[in-house]
């Protein structure tokens, strides 16, 4: 009642109920009877606790401390009793709940068993026990309690910023992609197979213990007896083993030490001696050891292979991410080359002066949905992060990955809008140490053999750069959006922002008169690896005599501006540009009306197959040798 009754806690009280009625009544205690009879006590009472993280967690680790605990116990044989119980409790607790972490966290920390030994055990021993004596003591004297209920916080406080201090440290929290439920029950069983033979072949033979003694004890020579003495005769084998046992290296050897661990001691009456050491007297054999060594390797090659990001080889992905109104979208280059576009953000109306109705925890969109979604897929570090201009849809999303997800590279259009939120986000980059790049038209990133990144926009040489160096301020960003023509496995698709109409039209005047191919030439742009529709565009502009501009060019795939905003989309944009395909991507049910019905009639009579974030879903596209292959996350839609 004290901890809030959570489903960990429940259990824990039902098994040491189940515990304490069957020594009162001298009974056999069996644990995986008891957390069995947990758990059905527990789902009859709400099926639903089934769903629960915290009951899948809590009865996963502990059933695992009953199977696995005897295999590990032994490994720690040559250490201190009370370390080897804490550490052989840690390490089988890591372990079992390793799979079920990153199926739903999709992250672990090298540093939790580290945490686990010393921060449990501080716990344990001393932060609960001086709370609960601090809490007796306030209903006798509050003043008396009041210094012990200080240490008792200033010590669990300790806990909080010790584990975000490791938490923090770069390199030792490794992001996994979800596993499939067949890789976590062959990850239980390579386990425990290679414990159980690493069990038996480990130790000394519970014999020789009687080896270093002058004489065996009696028991041992006894004739036989009448089943009326068999009683006595065990008793007294039993005593002599449990002597012996006494004497390997003066150390117990029974999984009794487990009683020493003071994060654990509920899992004490759930072993017995027999079950610590009963296989420890066979020797493992040659083919045991060979066996042994496949399944080290079958082990740490699921690891290695459960790592790595899944994608089809040499197949390029970009996914539009369904992330409300907003923009997102991650690019996956053939070669593994992760590129996010955007991150979408949660966009606040609210009055700030009625500060009441402001929540203490709101919903974000970075946070709930694009770190969570790229940890799911397995994205241990980004490559690039493009942030079209500042505004909250486009860039408010960015401050948790820049914080949850390493990044080699921050590009952004070289000014700011002036607000915290993006200034916020531009010195969190800073503090990471993540170069930033002010993004300039004829600009060209190649991210791999088969991908480059044509930046086509902004054009900043009308702004200046104030005497003091500052960062230039633009209340013009939709206009002042990057917009880039990405040429990837032989495809063209391109990115647009929120640019408006007047900066589609400045970049068709460049396309014709040539001004944009010279910016791409006097930047020394490499066209070698560039062909088809993206090196025609860049190298080759119309002539001022071109009546027929929809003729000139056919990119792949158009993510139309500003949301379909008719702000946006000019008929001479999309003819020109006569896009197979355009994405839109857009909240359900916006407040801005977008995508507009007249953007939406232009892009049916260029002919470009549409789809809308809003109706579909995630947008995905893989491309390879050319062609693309598209699919949606909602089926079924109109």
């Not at 515990?19 to 009544?25: D, I, P, Q, S």
């Not at 709400?46 to 009865?59: E, M």
């Not at 290695?304 to 991410?321: D, E, H, N, R, S």
């Not at 206009?479 to 589609?504: I, P, Q, R, W, Y």
Request: hydrophobic fraction near 45%.
């Amino acid at each position: 009642m004290l901890s809030g009754g959570s489903p960990s806690v429940i259990r824990a009280g039902i098994m040491s109920m189940i515990g304490l009625y069957m020594a009162r009544r001298g009974l056999a205690r069996d644990g995986l009877q008891m957390i069995s009879a947990a758990a059905l006590l527990m789902m009859w009472w709400d099926p639903y606790f089934l769903l629960s993280v915290s009951f899948q967690l809590s009865f996963l680790v502990t059933a695992g401390l009953m199977i696995y605990m005897p295999l590990i116990n032994r490994l720690f044989g040559s250490w201190p009793k009370s370390l080897a119980a804490t550490a052989s409790v840690t390490v089988t607790a890591q372990l079992i709940s390793f799979p079920v972490t990153i199926l739903y966290f999709n992250q672990f920390s090298l540093l939790s068993f580290v945490a686990n030994f010393l921060l449990v055990s501080l716990i344990s021993a001393i932060v609960l026990p001086l709370g609960t004596v601090a809490m007796l003591l306030s209903f006798i004297w509050v003043p008396l309690a009041r210094p012990l209920a200080w240490i008792a916080i200033q010590l669990n406080q300790l806990t909080f910023v010790s584990v975000e201090w490791m938490n923090s440290l770069p390199g030792f929290v490794l992001i996994w992609a979800t596993p499939s439920l067949l890789w976590i029950a062959a990850y239980y069983a390579v386990l425990y197979a290679l414990l159980y033979l690493l069990h038996r072949g480990n130790g000394e033979q519970r014999e020789t213990a009687f080896i270093e003694e002058d004489t065996a004890p009696l028991v041992r020579r006894l004739p036989p007896v009448s089943m009326g003495n068999v009683g006595i005769r065990s008793s007294m084998s039993n005593v002599a083993q449990d002597q012996g046992k006494k004497r390997v290296d003066g150390k117990e050897t029974s999984l009794t030490t487990l009683g020493a661990s003071i994060a654990w001691p509920e899992y004490t009456s759930a072993f017995t001696a027999r079950g610590a050491g009963y296989y420890a007297h066979e020797r493992m054999s040659k083919v045991q050891r060979w066996l042994c060594g496949l399944l080290v390797i079958s082990f740490v090659t699921g690891l290695w292979w459960a790592y790595q990001t899944p994608k089809p080889a040499g197949t390029g992905i970009v996914q539009f991410l369904d992330i409300g109104q907003g923009d997102s979208a991650l690019i996956t280059t053939p070669e593994g080359k992760h590129i996010l576009v955007d991150g979408g953000g949660t966009v606040n109306f609210g009055n700030t002066e009625q500060s009441w109705k402001t929540r203490r925890d709101p919903y974000e969109v970075g946070a709930k949905v694009v770190v969570p979604l790229l940890k799911k897929r397995g994205i241990h570090q980004l490559d690039a992060v493009i942030v079209t201009h500042a505004d909250q849809d486009h860039a408010g999303g960015l401050q948790a990955v820049l914080e949850q997800i390493p990044v080699k590279r921050f590009m952004f259009n070289g000014t700011t809008s002036g607000k915290d939120n993006f200034d916020k986000l531009l010195n969190t980059a800073m503090e990471r140490k993540i170069p930033l790049y002010a993004i300039q038209q004829g600009m060209t990133y190649k991210a791999d053999k088969e991908t480059s990144l044509h930046f086509i926009a902004p054009d900043l040489a009308h702004m200046d750069v104030n005497a003091s160096g500052n960062m230039p301020v633009s209340e013009h960003q939709n206009h002042d959006s990057v917009v880039f023509l990405l040429d990837m496995a032989g495809t063209s698709m391109l990115f647009t922002g929120d640019m408006d109409a007047a900066a589609e039209q400045d970049l068709l005047y460049m396309i014709q008169d040539g001004s944009l191919a010279t910016q791409f030439e006097q930047k020394g742009a490499d066209f070698g690896v560039t062909g088809g529709v993206v090196q025609r565009v860049l190298t080759h502009p119309l002539q001022d005599n071109s009546n027929d501009v929809s003729a000139s060019i056919s990119i792949d795939v158009l993510k139309v501006a500003h949301h379909g905003s008719k702000t946006s989309s000019t008929e001479a944009w999309l003819q020109y540009w006569n896009a197979k395909t355009a994405v839109i991507s857009s909240g359900v049910n916006n407040t801005y009306g977008h995508p507009n019905p007249g953007v939406m009639e232009r892009l049916e009579a260029t002919g470009s197959e549409i789809y809308r974030t809003d109706q579909m879903g995630e947008v995905q596209m893989r491309v390879k040798d050319g062609k693309i292959d598209i699919r949606y996350k909602l089926v079924g839609v109109e």
